[in-house]
T-cell receptor
Framework: KAGVTQTPRYLIKTRGQQVTLSCSPI?????VSWYQQTPGQGLQFLFE???????NKGNFPGRFSGRQFSNSRSEMNVSTLELGDSALYLC??????????????FGQGTRLTVV | QKEVEQDPGPLSVPEGAIVSLNCTYS??????FMWYRQYSRKGPELLMY????GNKEDGRFTAQVDKSSKYISLFIRDSQPSDSATYLC??????????????FGSGTQLTVLP
């Protein structure tokens, strides 16, 4: 069974640009969450999608947005990139919303560098 | 104060040692607890998942939860150099609680010396 696939693995962007990251969850999983990982702040929650609906959102500015498609694949977009957006962006998939018997499995992440 | 506190280490142990990793939390809404292992430049890998107080064993790994003390632990027996990684605790309230997303500790960097 294929795991969580994130593309691209690496990105270098310039300040002010926008970027779109993609996540394909494990087959059959309907929930996708996104996290930002930095050395200083650790893993921080961005948002969660379930059945194409955003169920939960973390404390990030509106420049960070996402969506989920009918096949459960998800994208996140960051507009007007800042140097501080440089991070490893991780996607996690789970069969349903997090809780009883719904563990979250992570992809390898997309490493974004903003210069 | 962070909701989840985890000693960042680094922690170095000799091969074969028993490793104890710990997290404390302050939000009593947390009901489900996970331990992840993350190798350098990789995504976190789920090791253990528990939701009740007590112990859960899987091979060389034992997860322990004490909800009354808001304290969770991961024990690694017969540690191997391949266990060298960062270990992250994570927790959630579940779908009906006030903290549905995974909240992570800062991670403990472990090195097992051959």
């Amino acid at each position: 069974k294929a795991g969580v696939t994130q593309t691209p693995r690496y990105l270098i962007k310039t300040r002010g640009q926008q970027v779109t990251l993609s996540c394909s969850p494990i087959s059959g999983h309907r929930s996708v969450s996104w996290y930002q990982q930095t050395p200083g702040q650790g893993l921080q929650f961005l948002f969660e999608y379930f059945s194409e609906t955003q169920r939960n959102k973390g404390n990030f500015p509106g420049r960070f947005s996402g969506r989920q498609f009918s096949n459960s694949r998800s994208e996140m977009n960051v507009s007007t990139l800042e140097l501080g957006d440089s991070a490893l962006y991780l996607c996690a998939s789970s069969p349903g919303v997090l809780g009883m018997n719904t563990e979250a499995f992570f992809g390898q992440g997309t490493r974004l560098t903003v210069v | 104060q962070k909701e989840v506190e985890q000693d960042p280490g680094p922690l170095s142990v000799p091969e074969g040692a028993i490793v104890s990793l710990n997290c404390t939390y302050s939000n009593s809404a947390f009901q489900y607890f996970m331990w992840y292992r993350q190798y350098s430049r990789k995504g976190p890998e789920l090791l253990m998942y528990t939701y009740s107080s007590g112990n859960k064993e899987d091979g060389r790994f034992t997860a322990q939860v004490d909800k009354s003390s808001k304290y969770i632990s991961l024990f690694i027996r017969d540690s191997q150099p391949s266990d060298s990684a960062t270990y992250l605790c994570a927790m959630t309230s579940g779908p009906s609680g006030s903290a549905r997303q995974l909240t992570f500790g800062s991670g403990t960097q472990l090195t097992v010396l051959p």
